[in-house]
T-cell receptor, first 113, second 112 residues
């Protein structure tokens, strides 16, 4: 029973490098989300998607891009990594709207040197 | 003012104790409320939804006070396994879209 799977689990990047985080869900959920979690702060929404082929900006979208080419996958890209993007990234999904409970992946710990 | 505020704790309690967490939210139009649990270095997991009439799930009781914009979580007969961070989560329509706002969490440590 996989639920929401994130890859990779850990990554260290140098400033200026790019990378893509992958999120896959097997629950046939329409909505998917990318959050970041920093010490002392609540999870903050980066981007979200209300269905295949659609994406929208969240609270802190700058420096990130996303794509939802397939319903089950939601990719988060860092074009030119910066130390301020050091964080734990969580992907989540929900069957209906954002006001409903969300199911989370186990996170990606990203360090930018 | 933060949209969702919680006492960060930590709350250090002995096994068997009763502990209560509070949370306040800023948007009076919010409709959905949740408590999530997050273990150290793990993902958040839904603990329970919070309904207007209050609801209970075993040792856990959640209450909502819309007039005061306040949510609470009561844990009775604390177990060592209850040690975690508890996140208060509220839905809001902000910036033109509906979203969940997560509090920074209240840390609970239950000791023998």
């Amino acid at each position: 029973n996989a639920g929401v799977t994130q890859t990779p689990k850990f990554r260290v990047l140098k400033t200026g490098q790019s990378m893509t985080l992958l999120c896959a869900q097997d629950m046939n959920h329409e909505y998917m989300y990318w959050y970041r979690q920093d010490p002392g702060m609540g999870l903050r929404l980066i981007h979200y998607s209300v269905g295949e082929g659609t994406t929208a900006k969240g609270e802190v979208p700058d420096g990130y891009n996303v794509s939802r080419l397939k319903k089950q996958n939601f990719l988060l890209g860092l074009e030119s990594a910066a130390p301020s993007q050091t964080s734990v990234y969580f992907c989540a999904s929900s069957s209906t709207g954002p006001g409903q409970p969300q199911h989370f992946g186990d996170g990606t710990r990203l360090s930018i040197l | 003012r933060k949209e969702v505020e919680q006492d960060p704790g930590p709350f250090n309690v002995p096994e068997g104790a009763t502990v209560a967490f509070n949370c306040t939210y800023s948007n009076s139009a919010s409709q959905s409320f949740f408590w999530y649990r997050q273990d150290c270095r793990k993902e958040p997991k839904l603990l329970m939804s919070v309904y207007s009439s209050g609801n209970e799930d075993g040792r856990f009781t959640a209450q909502l006070n819309r007039a005061s914009q306040y949510i609470s979580l009561l844990i009775r007969d604390s177990k060592l396994s209850d040690s975690a961070t508890y996140l208060c989560v509220v839905n809001m329509i902000s910036g033109g879209y509906n979203k969940l706002i997560f509090g920074a969490g209240t840390r609970l440590a239950v000791h023998p």
